[in-house]
């Protein structure tokens, strides 16, 4: 049996959900929760073999929720059970450590064919999440340091290159390392890479 955690705020739904997934044979449902925060202070407790979320949680999203759950689980399956059907939510799922981005109004069988697909290790996305370039957070500047620091310049030579202070450009480091939430230069170079920042900066 798959052991399952539910959140999601809408009870009914969550109700609804649970005895689908306990009928199907394949699925336990062990916990259910209805915010982020509790789910954040007890998920480990329980080690879950997938956990399904919502997106819509109060005290603390599903989206947000799923960033500090990655910080130290790798292992436990994550499926976004969501209404939205825009693709910048499937993105974000998708960029955060997500295994898969479904939609509620899907039917009771399907919705299990995905699960167990997810289970076994099939990422599930609209194709537009996975493919669809993410518009930058950065500004024009940093974009030319982020170049520069890929191309691996220091902070000292960049300064030069610019002609500014290499006190400057190391604050539109950090900047930018916040903007992605990462911790270094060589994390910034490798998120900024797989979220498309970087082509076409030769």
């Known amino acids: 049996m798959i052991k399952t955690i539910l959140a999601d705020d809408h009870k009914l739904f969550c109700d609804g959900l649970e005895r689908v997934l ?6 336990q449902v062990i916990q259910k929760f209805y915010n982020g925060q509790t789910l954040l202070e007890k998920i480990n407790v ?3 073999d997938l956990l ?14 799923i960033k500090r759950i990655r ?19 499937s993105q974000e799922a998708f960029m955060l450590g997500a295994d898969a981005y479904l939609n509620k109004s899907m039917e009771s069988m ?21 493919t669809t370039k993410i518009e930058s957070p950065f500004s024009d500047r940093e974009h030319e340091i ?5 191309s691996g310049k220091t902070s000292e030579q960049i300064a030069e290159r610019l002609k500014i202070s290499h006190l ?22 490798t998120k900024a890479l797989e979220m498309g920042f970087l082509y076409g900066l030769t």
């Open 22 to 27: 306990n009928d199907s044979g394949h699925f």
């Open 46 to 48: 329980h080690n879950p």
């Open 52 to 65: 399904i979320i919502d997106v819509e949680m109060p005290n603390i999203n599903g989206f947000d929720a």
């Open 71 to 89: 910080l130290n689980n790798s292992s436990s399956k994550i499926v976004v059970l969501s209404m939205h059907e825009e693709n910048v939510f």
């Open 110 to 130: 399907q919705l299990i064919e995905s699960l167990l697909k997810t289970v076994q290790g099939q990422k599930l996305f609209p194709q537009a999440a996975t």
């Open 146 to 150: 982020l170049r520069l620091i890929a």
């Open 168 to 189: 400057t450009v190391k604050a539109h480091r950090r900047n930018m390392m916040r903007k992605l939430n990462v911790n270094n230069a060589a994390e910034l170079i």
